[in-house]
């Protein structure tokens, strides 16, 4: 049995909606994974703690920080610096995409920034 994904791509003969299938194989032993990615959200200053743990624990975060970058800028200034101060000291990474996300590794994952040397 796979898992089914929406695809809003409608094909040229127009038929409808297409979905694209998954296998769902081995997903039972994710469990077992070394490293897991979470995906969260920074609603408050006090999510810090939480993302901050995950990343300890040696989770990689895509954190999104729209909804507190739009509610209070200041905050999410004093958030950033303190995830980047943690991350950091733990030889980590932290690294932003686009305007709203954060990715955020431990120690065992490095982010790479370099540009495409292809011309």
Known sequence: MGIKIFD???????????????DSMGLDGRKNASTTIRVEKLNTFDDTERVLRAVRNGDIVFLKIKSLRDKDIGELKRCVERMKKSVMANNGDIVGVEQDWLILTPISIAVDRGASTAQ
């Open 8 to 22: 809003k791509r409608q094909n040229d003969r127009d038929e409808g909606d297409v979905y694209v299938e998954v």
